[in-house]
Nanobody, 117 residues
Framework: QVQLVESGGGLAQAGGSLRLSCAASGGILGGNVMGWYRQTPGHERESVARIPYMGAPTYASSVRGRFTISRDNGNSRNTIYLQMNDLKPEDTGVYYC?????????WGQGTQVTVSA
């Protein structure tokens, strides 16, 4: 069973930085895609950044140039990171890690990011 464990997040001032991590373990297949999504009250969950097992990442236009997603596929774990720079109040939300593969679609528990003006 795939498990996703997120860490990072918290409170930052506008213009500041935060880093999120998500470690996936158990039943991971090659060719998966991992990513970060965020949700704010009253809005649907939206994609922030995604990165395939091997290949180039993609970003939402709202974060391109400020956020960087990366991944480490070593030691039977797939870990992704989201470096968030130049944070803005509109980046506030719950950030979820996702792993999508042929055998299923998995989500982390979510981590809160709050950016104050």
């Amino acid at each position: 069973q795939v498990q996703l464990v997120e860490s990072g997040g918290g409170l930052a001032q506008a213009g500041g930085s935060l880093r999120l991590s998500c470690a996936a373990s158990g039943g991971i297949l090659g060719g998966n895609v991992m990513g970060w999504y965020r949700q704010t009250p009253g809005h649907e969950r939206e994609s922030v950044a995604r990165i395939p097992y091997m290949g180039a990442p993609t970003y939402a236009s709202s974060v391109r140039g400020r956020f960087t997603i990366s991944r480490d596929n070593g030691n039977s774990r797939n870990t992704i990171y989201l470096q968030m720079n130049d944070l803005k109040p509109e980046d506030t939300g719950v950030y979820y890690c996702r792993l999508a593969q042929d055998m299923g679609d998995y989500w982390g528990q979510g981590t809160q990011v709050t950016v104050s003006a």
